[in-house]
């Protein structure tokens, strides 16, 4: 089982997809920014590691939003994923793409018009939960 985490970036109401690149049975999906997590390393430390290697971004993590297995039939992921804000009062920040062709930020009720790597999907539901208006 593979290891990995994945950024929930919220900023202005809107949250960051990046389209993936590879491996070839997911490019061209979306996903949440993040990957792998090396071996003794935090969850946390792991994605602010990834964001500044994928994105060159650098961000203080928030809190926790959900973990989630997924079976590829080519691996099995634990996919951590973590509430990243960014403040509303500044402009959203400048990425530089590494293993992505583009990036997308989206209101979370549109995020289901996406075609979205299979793994991230309960990450949706979890923010959706998390947003949704309470009776």
Same mark, same amino acid.
């Given at each position: ?10 900023? +202005? ?7 993936? *690149?590879?491996? $070839? %049975?997911?490019?061209?999906?979306? =996903? ?12 946390? =430390?792991?994605?602010? +590691? $990834?964001?500044?290697?994928? #994105? ?8 926790? #939003?959900? *973990? ?5 039939? =080519? #691996?099995?992921?634990? /996919? ?8 509303? &009062?500044?402009?959203?920040? $400048? ?5 992505? &062709?583009? @990036?997308? %930020? /989206?209101?979370? /009720?549109?995020?289901?018009?996406? =075609?979205?790597?299979?793994?991230? /999907?309960?990450? @949706?539901?979890?923010? #959706?939960?998390?947003?949704?208006? +309470?009776?």
């Amino acid at each position: 089982m593979l290891h990995v985490t994945a950024a929930v970036l919220q900023h +202005r109401g809107r949250v960051l997809l990046a389209r993936r *690149t590879d491996p $070839e %049975w997911l490019a061209g999906k979306w =996903e949440f920014p993040g990957g792998k997590i090396e071996q003794g390393e935090d969850p946390r =430390e792991a994605l602010a +590691r $990834e964001l500044s290697e994928e #994105l060159d971004l650098a961000v203080t993590i928030g809190a926790h #939003l959900t *973990t989630t297995r997924h079976a590829y039939p =080519e #691996l099995t992921l634990e /996919l951590s994923a973590f509430l990243v804000d960014l403040p509303d &009062d500044l402009p959203a920040p $400048e990425l530089r793409l590494r293993d992505h &062709d583009r @990036v997308a %930020w /989206l209101d979370p /009720l549109k995020l289901g018009e996406v =075609e979205l790597a299979a793994a991230d /999907l309960p990450i @949706v539901a979890a923010l #959706l939960a998390r947003i949704a208006p +309470r009776p």
